[in-house]
């Protein structure tokens, strides 16, 4: 069956930097785009960055670039977030999620990992 | 960016009613809006794609419809489960993809 699997949380200072990895198993990896998307505590979702099945372009939102690098091992199936220079409103549960068909919707989703920034 | 806003916040609906939720875009989207839906504690899971496609093992209770800027998810006989917080996200102009707020549908 389709798995994402997070992992990578956890409580970090601001201003560190923290990895985040998603093992994806059950389905031909380099047939998808993948995304990471972050849910701040009772807010809703926002899109921070996405990467192309054979990772050829990468895009971010605003609010994370030139601070986070998405990452791609299609020969390892998994899906990296180097995220530096943390900053308190980057706390957030952290989803990869896959899109088929290139950047579309969103059709499976991992469990999710939690990032708290705090000193 | 093309924001989405839906509405209502929060929909009180008692079970086997029906619910509708709305979902506006400040451009036009085309047919490419998506839904999910999103229980406590959980992740995100997709129910609908481009408009009004049902996604694997969705109930037939959940419909979409709409384009260009107007949307609508239907949960025609609203069961136990399907007390939630539904997203709409569209993917016709991106980056960025954008999702709407949120419509908390709880119990009546």
């Known amino acids: 069956q389709v798995q994402l699997v997070e992992s990578g949380g956890g409580v970090v200072q601001p201003g560190r930097s923290l990895r985040l990895s998603c093992a994806a198993s059950?389905?031909?990896?380099?047939?998808?785009?993948m995304h990471w998307v972050r849910q701040a505590p009772g807010k809703g979702l926002e899109c921070v960055a996405f990467?192309?099945?054979?990772?050829?372009?990468?895009y971010y939102a605003d609010s994370v670039k030139g601070r986070f690098t998405i990452s791609r091992d299609n020969s390892k199936n998994t899906l990296y977030l180097q995220m530096n220079s943390l900053r308190a409103e980057d706390t957030a549960v952290y989803y990869c999620?896959?899109?088929?068909?290139?950047?579309?919707?969103?059709?499976?989703w991992g469990q999710g990992t939690l990032i708290a920034v705090s000193s | 960016e093309i924001v989405m806003t839906q509405s209502p916040a929060t929909l009180s609906v008692s079970p086997g009613e029906r619910a509708t939720l709305s979902c506006r875009a400040s451009?036009?989207?085309?047919?490419?809006l998506a839904w999910y839906q999103q229980k406590s504690g959980q992740a995100p899971r997709l129910l609908i794609y481009?408009?009004?496609t049902r996604a694997t093992g969705i109930p037939a209770r959940f419909s979409g419809s709409g384009s260009g800027t107007e949307f609508t998810l239907t949960i025609s006989s609203l069961q136990s489960e399907d007390f939630a917080v539904y997203y709409c996200?569209?993917?016709?102009?991106?980056?960025?993809?954008?999702f709407g707020q949120g419509t908390k549908v709880e119990i009546k």
């Open positions: 990467i192309w099945y054979d990772g050829s372009n990468e």
């Open positions: 481009g408009s009004s």
């Open positions: 996200q569209q993917y016709n102009d991106w980056p960025p993809w954008t």
């Open positions: 999620a896959r899109s088929p068909n290139g950047g579309n919707y969103l059709d499976f």
């Open positions: 451009q036009s989207v085309s047919g490419h």
């Open positions: 059950g389905f031909t990896f380099t047939n998808f785009g």
